[in-house]
């Protein structure tokens, strides 16, 4: 099992910030921010082009993009914030579980992240 699906298990602790039948969103471990939230679909997909190849992988993205609604509403980002996901190991991608990182609380510049 990968990070995130051991994570999403409960196997590896993590403080959640919200759920879903289909979405696990937690805080991450080095944030970049005040607020750094990972929203990770529950079924395993290795990445945005994954989820993007089948119904269900789409069907997922509606849930993930409902649920970062969720995340922004939960951590009062009224004034904005930014969603980042990394694709591939070349676009930064670490762990390879599509995973889209909410980020806000202060007011983000181009350079810092």
């Given amino acids: 099992m990968c990070l995130f699906c051991e994570i999403i298990a ?3 602790p993590s403080t959640k910030v919200y759920e879903n039948d289909k979405v696990y969103c937690f805080n991450d471990i080095n ?3 005040p607020t750094h939230v990972l929203v990770v679909p ?3 997909f290795d990445d945005i082009r994954d989820m993007a190849s089948s119904e269900e992988g ?3 993205m509606g849930e993930v993009i409902k649920a970062i609604d ?3 509403k939960i ?3 009224d004034n904005g914030f930014r969603v980042i996901n990394n694709c591939g190991p070349d676009g930064g991608q670490t762990v390879m579980h599509a995973h889209y990182h909410v980020i806000g609380g202060v007011k983000l510049t181009e350079k810092m992240i």
Avoid: F, M, Q, T
């Fill in 10 to 12: 409960g196997n590896i």
């Fill in 31 to 33: 944030p970049a921010a």
């Fill in 42 to 44: 529950k079924k395993h």
């Fill in 58 to 60: 789409r069907e997922y």
């Fill in 70 to 72: 969720e995340v922004a």
């Fill in 75 to 77: 951590r009062g980002l």
